[in-house]
């Protein structure tokens, strides 16, 4: 689960990390960044918080591990688009993450799947 993953439209580079019984997931990077270019937090709802770095941004709250590597009752904040969605990821297997964000039922949502990326 610890390491380096690369999520589904392949833009960005997450760090996960378990915490405790939770997760926590933190931007990393882009493949498609940059070097000389700073991206910033500028779709956030939180006016004072778009000037923030996007590197260093934590995506992940609020898990809970159920067992059979599978956590729930966390939310995730998309820096795509500003919002934050409840979200449960599931460890498919060493190289595969499945996210997925949705509004009141799971349902109603998206999967993500996300790629670890070999150091």
């Not at 990390?17 to 498609?32: D, E, I, M, Q, Y």
């Not at 500028?42 to 159920?66: C, I, M, Q, T």
């Not at 997925?100 to 990326?117: A, C, K, M, Q």
Request: overall charge negative; charged content about 35%.
């Amino acid at each position: 689960m610890d390491g380096k993953w690369l999520t589904g439209d392949g833009d960005g580079w997450i760090e996960v990390r378990r915490k405790g019984k939770g997760l926590s997931g933190v931007v990393a990077g882009s493949p498609n960044d940059d070097p000389d270019e700073d991206r910033f937090d500028e779709k956030n709802p939180d006016r004072a918080l778009r000037k923030r770095l996007l590197k260093g941004v934590e995506l992940f709250s609020d898990f809970e591990y159920e067992g059979d590597g599978r956590w729930s009752g966390g939310t995730i904040y998309d820096p795509n688009s500003g919002k934050t969605y409840s979200c449960t990821v599931t460890l498919e297997d060493e190289n595969t993450l499945k996210v997925r964000g949705y509004i009141g039922i799971s349902l109603f949502g998206r999967t993500d799947i996300w790629t670890r990326v070999q150091d």
